[in-house]
């Protein structure tokens, strides 16, 4: 399993930024997929995701109904569209994958086996 993350840059705060993860090596639509993201000093936390089955998506609060994440199943490849960016955004973001981690265990990293590189996300006040 590989996942590619890219989009990340420089934005001003109240700007967009769509991230994009390109997975390959998978049954894509059998996996939970998730974006993370982790500050300098800050442990890595949830950001938004899907489960791995139903089409449910997860958020956690802090981005909620700023951020909006969906998928291609096509192009085997997940988005998170970020708007209304804040300082308190500015993390690197990484992309994960795994098909079998139950539902309890979405929002913890340590449940999942497959990450994507990062891409990094500033956000100048």
């Known amino acids: 399993v590989q996942l590619q993350a890219s989009g990340g840059g420089l934005v001003q705060a109240g700007g967009s930024l769509r991230l994009s993860c390109a997975a390959s090596?998978?049954?894509?639509?059998?996996?939970?997929m998730a974006w993370f993201r982790q500050a300098p000093g800050k442990e890595r936390e949830y950001v938004a995701g899907?489960?791995?089955?139903?089409?449910?998506?997860y958020y956690a609060d802090s981005v909620k109904g700023r951020f909006t994440i969906s998928r291609d199943n096509a192009k085997n490849t997940v988005y998170l569209q970020m708007s209304s960016l804040k300082p308190e955004d500015t993390a690197v973001y990484y992309c994960?994958?795994?098909?079998?981690?139950?539902?309890?265990?979405?929002?913890?990293?340590?449940?999942?086996?497959?990450w994507g590189q990062g891409t990094l996300v500033t956000v100048s006040s």
């Open positions: 899907f489960a791995r089955t139903g089409g449910y998506t």
């Open positions: 994960a994958a795994d098909n079998s981690i139950i539902t309890s265990r979405y929002r913890d990293y340590k449940g999942y086996r497959h």
């Open positions: 090596g998978l049954t894509f639509n059998r996996y939970a």
